[in-house]
T-cell receptor
Framework: KQEVTQIPAALSVPEGENLVLNCSFT??????LQWFRQDPGKGLTSLLL?????REQTSGRLNASLDKSSGRSTLYIAASQPGDSATYLC??????????????FGKGTLLTVNP | DVKVTQSSRYLVKRTGEKVFLECVQD?????MFWYRQDPGLGLRLIYF???????EKGDIPEGYSVSREKKERFSLILESASTNQTSMYLC????????????FGPGTRLTVT
């Protein structure tokens, strides 16, 4: 059974700092990995999707890497801002039968960026 | 922009009531999903649908049913609400196939008293 782990569970940094969030998964037979952001009491916002054939994806100050063979992904946030404060979730997509695929989520990293 | 909407942001129901949670997407996505999110447990898949009138059980389907009569709409039904179904419910949609990302709605915070 696929398990997704995110470390640390919480992280507090001063504004302007570069930071890395970690995600690990136990079954390397994934199709892709998706990073999300969730603000308190809200839904999930998709940040980046990395296909299994890719090594990294970039969007603005965000860069996500994927090492499928070792079961790891990192989300790098450059020059952090207070508005980046949120919970960051990673999810891996696995085949689930027929033509269907499903996501398995980690429990998230709660990021606080202090002004 | 993909838009996934949910009928209510907050809902309070009594034990034993029948509860309907509605989700609508406007991007002609084949797949739709219902999750619940609980502290310490993360997001767990309840049901998903890959086509109109088609449904598949997720990891925790007990106590829930779903309906998909139109492509854009996916309903989650709690036949007889119980207090352990108090949770945040999240709907998502995606195109068919492995390559496509899921887009989430704003969530419904359901409290069963």
């Amino acid at each position: 059974k696929q398990e997704v782990t995110q470390i640390p569970a919480a992280l507090s940094v001063p504004e302007g700092e570069n930071l890395v969030l970690n995600c690990s998964f136990t079954d390397s037979a994934i199709y892709n990995l998706q990073w999300f952001r969730q603000d308190p009491g809200k839904g999930l916002t998709s940040l980046l999707l990395i296909q299994s054939s890719q090594r990294e994806q970039t969007s603005g100050r965000l860069n996500a890497s994927l090492d499928k063979s070792s079961g790891r992904s990192t989300l790098y946030i450059a020059a952090s801002q207070p508005g980046d404060s949120a919970t960051y979730l990673c999810a891996v997509r696995l085949y689930s039968g027929g033509s269907n695929y499903k996501l398995t989520f980690g429990k998230g990293t709660l990021l606080t960026v202090n002004p | 922009d993909v838009k996934v909407t949910q009928s209510s942001r907050y809902l309070v129901k009594r034990t034993g009531e029948k509860v309907f949670l509605e989700c609508v997407q406007d991007m002609d996505h084949e797949n739709m999903f219902w999750y619940r999110q609980d502290p310490g447990l993360g997001l767990r898949l309840i049901y998903f649908s890959y086509d109109v009138k088609m449904k598949e059980k997720g990891d925790i389907p007990e106590g829930y049913s779903v309906s998909r009569e139109k492509k854009e709409r996916f309903s989650l039904i709690l036949e007889s609400a119980s207090t352990n179904q108090t949770s945040m419910y999240l709907c998502a949609s995606s195109l068919q196939g492995a390559r496509y990302e899921q887009y989430f709605g704003p969530g419904t915070r359901l409290t069963v008293t």
